[in-house]
């Protein structure tokens, strides 16, 4: 056996894990669930921090993922369980009821900074419910039915009835806080299990009828409420990226979407694959994405937008954005500073200074320009994919120089196992995700993935970084029924 072997993640087998997974449930919950769900997790070729602004965004769902397995109530209640070791505290209960009054309550307000802590015990008994003092990962899970119940409101196919509540048990293959999206993972398969238990639709599509009840549209819908969760009930500042792809990609596919009206191609990956693979290395090094740092550089970048005039920094590109449109938007940031260092002296900056914004804008408008040349390259179907690995793996470096330079979310250990994976034999590599942790994304000749995988094992030792994980990616289907 390689000796690196046990730091490889595999996605498990659906049926085993599905049939294991309803056996708990009988053992947790003393009836058998209706079904099991199942979420992936993605990896990001390109477009972050960027889904906010109207960018493109490529990634891919992984074949590492969250399942659920559910039952209905008819109380109100929902008594939640994940089996993740570091997050399961047992049987946590919480009233439907009393998640919205929570939600509705503006002394809540989800931009006020208060994230939910990760460690903090979670809510055990309803009466513990006082608004302002929620935490938890039970409220993704909350959030995810507060915000189905409110799509339903509008789409009768969808309505949730009054009292619904549901018994749920929760594992996943991902890493959690390795900025492959664990937290979208979890809100998508609780989504397809609150779909299937509660709604017409479901009631109409038993068992894995729903997979193909549930059209693109639909799928993006529920996307957009998975959304709505994280951000209105969970706080965080997400732009609808990874759940767009958790519901939405597919199997040897890249997923490209275009966040200024969510419509997504897909681009057929094979001929990239054949020689080559992605590597995605979770450094190990949690991160926080409601602790205000990520929040703090969306400011910079949304106070450089009101500086320049537009609603999302897109609008600053053409259609087919060159190197030239992306300068001259910042000759124009430029220009309207007027060269003050600190923010507060030039108007619509905020009191923030001038050189993060410009430094978040360059991040912004440089990997949309990514995005479009990767888009570009991938949907040439007469581009060898030799060339297009090369072409690619170029994207990813600079990529990663853009996110530790400008958006400046990057961190020691990716910042060495960037370099050292190139140095191995890796085309290119960068760090995705949100940032302040999470995972480095590198594409590899497959005949060199044992050896990326040694040395970024050894550079970690050498440099006395947690010893990371690896997982390969393989473009996947989207959110589904398992069983
Ligand atoms: P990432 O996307 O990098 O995995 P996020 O910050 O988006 O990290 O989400 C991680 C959070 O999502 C966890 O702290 C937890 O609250 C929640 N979460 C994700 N997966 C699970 C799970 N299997 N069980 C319980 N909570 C989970």
Known sequence: MHSDDAARLSPGEPHRISAGLRTRFV?????????????PGRANLNGEHVDFHGGRCLPMALAH???VAAAPRQDGLLRLRTLDPELDAGVQT????????????????????EAPEIEAPVITDVHTLVPGEVSGWTWYVAGTLWALARLGEETPELAVPEGFGADLLICSTLPIGGGLSS???????AMLAFVALATPLGAANPGTALDSALDDELRARLAAACMRAEVEVVGAGTGGLDQTVS??????HVVSLDCRDFTVERLPMDGLLAEHAFLAIDTRQAHWLGDGQFDDRRADSEAAMHLLGVDRLRDLLPEHPETGEVDAALARFDELTGGHELASEAEGLEGRSTAACRRRLRHALTEMLRSEQLDRILADEGLEPTTAAAQVGRILTAGHA????DAEVSFPAADALVETV????????????????GSVLALVPRDREDAVIGAAARVC?????????????????PARVVG
């Not at 053992?27 to 979420?39: H, I, K, L």
């Not at 937290?183 to 398969?189: F, G, K």
């Not at 030792?461 to 289907?477: H, I, Y």
């Open 247 to 252: 519901l939405r990609g597919r199997a040897g």
């Open 402 to 405: 853009s996110m530790r330079d």
């Open 27 to 39: 053992e947790e919950f003393g009836r058998d669930p209706d079904g099991v769900w199942f979420a």
């Open 461 to 477: 030792q050498e440099q006395g970084f947690t010893a990371p994980r690896f997982l390969t990616v393989e473009p996947s289907a």
């Open 94 to 113: 919480l009233s439907v009821a009393a998640v919205d009054a929570v939600v509705g309550d503006d002394s809540r307000a989800p931009d006020d900074g």
């Open 65 to 67: 993922g969250t399942y």
């Open 422 to 437: 190139s140095e191995v034999g890796a085309l290119g590599a960068r760090l995705i995700g949100g940032g302040f942790g």
């Open 183 to 189: 937290s979208a993972a979890l809100e998508c398969s």
